[in-house]
């Protein structure tokens, strides 16, 4: 098999450490227990090598021999290839871990990630705008709650959706978001329970760590 | 080959329309000459049948026989597995659509989004939230200007990654967001040119407009 390898920023600011989205994918790996490098991009310098690979100037990106993939979304249906680990081997158990990888990015995470930065940002509160980016987090975490109550994980078994709904989730649990959606605090803290988040998570922290030490040098 | 059923709503009020997402399915749909029904589900009434196949109580669904898909982005792929007038049919272009399909959703669209709801809510802008909305935007085209400016379609031939940006991109360009971005205006305006878009454009309109004539009924 290709040699998997994983390119994320060498060094990012204190505050979206734990948050950089190559966590996904690291977190993927490490549930498959399938083995990769890690390289990296610089921060400061997002060039033309940069944005061959990823075309919006962020990260991750994962090669496989000479395929080279962005989007986390992209990187881990195509790691589900790869891996019974990651997603169902029945067709009816990969459309139905499809939909919700889905549905992760782009019913929740569609409505968290202004929600989030907002929060992140500090915007004011007391606005319309506010009022909608709260309403329409609600009214999808209202929905998710009922969904996630009866069941472990979204398609049967753990696959790359609960790696992408979980992650989604957590962030907004942070800023105490999930204070009146108990079944979705509980699947996140089932989720990110898993040693395969803690390991892709304390790696991440190293990585930027190592990259705090290349910086003062 | 099982029987494909798309359900939207019976009907919508005005602004929606040709927007909803069903025009997405169509679309796909009628680039591949796939053979399909349109079914209803109630606008004033999302009740468990609803949330049964779409559990945000949104539209639309897909059924391909037994299987039921939401998300606009999981029907798509999964209708590119069954027309090669939808996807590369080699695998570094299906990895190639795949991740673009994510880019139009989760690069663009995640910031097209809240600038386009703000736009239609008519939200201040003199604020520090639609600045920040204004500048993700305009920062994710700032990026997607020169991806598009020398190519026609985002994955070599027209595919399914080709109905989801262009769809995205067209909602901006509605409230003049693509005045500094000639190439997404120039690809989008390429897009919608294509008759299968014009046929889905009609057919959602003359659904919804059938809708007013059963509720006045």
């Known amino acids: 098999m290709a040699e998997l390898t994983l390119t994320t920023f060498n060094w990012v600011p204190e505050p979206p450490r734990g948050l950089v989205r190559d966590l996904r994918v690291r977190w993927a790996l490490e549930e498959a227990a399938l083995p990769y490098r890690v390289a990296n991009t610089p921060f400061d310098d997002r060039g033309p090598a940069h944005l061959a690979h990823q075309p919006f100037g962020q990260v991750p990106w994962l090669t496989d021999g000479d395929i080279s993939i962005f989007e986390t979304g992209a990187i881990l249906l195509h790691l589900g290839e790869r891996s019974d680990k990651l997603m ?3 067709p009816r158990g990969r459309t139905e871990a499809t939909k919700w990888v889905f549905a992760a990015l782009n019913s929740v995470e569609m409505a968290s990630l202004p929600w989030t930065m ?11 705008a506010w009022k909608f980016v709260d309403d329409f987090l609600k009214l999808r975490l209202r929905r998710l709650e009922p969904v996630l109550g009866p069941r472990q994980w979204l398609a049967g078994s753990f696959s790359v959706a609960d790696i ?3 992650d989604v989730l957590r962030v907004v649990d942070k800023f105490d978001g999930l204070a009146d959606s108990p079944a979705c605090r509980a699947y996140a803290a089932r989720a990110t329970a898993r040693p395969a988040f803690a390991k892709a998570h304390a790696d991440q922290m190293a990585h930027f760590a190592a990259g705090d030490k290349a910086r003062g040098a």
Do not use: R
Not at 118 to 128: I, Q, Y
């Open 118 to 128: 907002s929060k992140f940002m500090g915007h004011p509160t007391d606005t319309a």
């Open 88 to 90: 169902p081997t029945d």
């Open 164 to 166: 992408l709904m979980a």
